[in-house]
């Protein structure tokens, strides 16, 4: 059983930082893509960062220059960098993942995307 556990949101003041992280655990061969969206209320879910395997990446123009998307393979793990938030960024933060992964009954593996739980980033002074 593959999990994604988000971490780091919270409250912070227009201007201020923050830092999610995403660990994916369980029966992992390998990676993918790994990528961050973000939901506001009544809005769409939407690709805030994207990450490749190699390390290439790519943001939404709304976060260019103010988030760093970044990923540790040795800890199946990924970032998220958020500085000069604005009120705006304000949503859940949910990561994603394609994981190649073999079930725990030995039968064959495939490659299935996950998304963790969410985490609440408010930016509010």
């Known amino acids: 059983q593959v999990q994604l556990v988000e971490s780091g949101g919270g409250l912070v003041q227009p201007g201020g930082s923050l830092r999610l992280s995403c660990a994916a655990s369980g029966s992992i061969i390998s990676i993918y893509a790994m990528d961050w969206y973000r939901q506001a209320p009544g809005k769409q879910r939407e690709l805030v960062a994207a990450?490749?395997?190699?390390?290439?990446?790519n943001y939404a123009d709304s976060v260019k220059g103010r988030f760093a998307i970044s990923r540790d393979n040795a800890k199946n793990t990924v970032y998220l960098q958020m500085n000069s938030l604005k009120p705006e960024d304000t949503a859940v933060y949910y990561c994603?993942?394609?994981?190649?992964?073999?079930?725990?009954?030995?039968?064959?593996?495939?490659?299935?995307?996950?998304w963790g739980q969410g985490t609440q980033v408010t930016v509010s002074s």
């Open positions: 990450i490749t395997s190699g390390g290439s990446t």
């Open positions: 994603n993942a394609a994981i190649k992964s073999r079930p725990s009954d030995g039968s064959s593996w495939y490659v299935k995307a996950y």
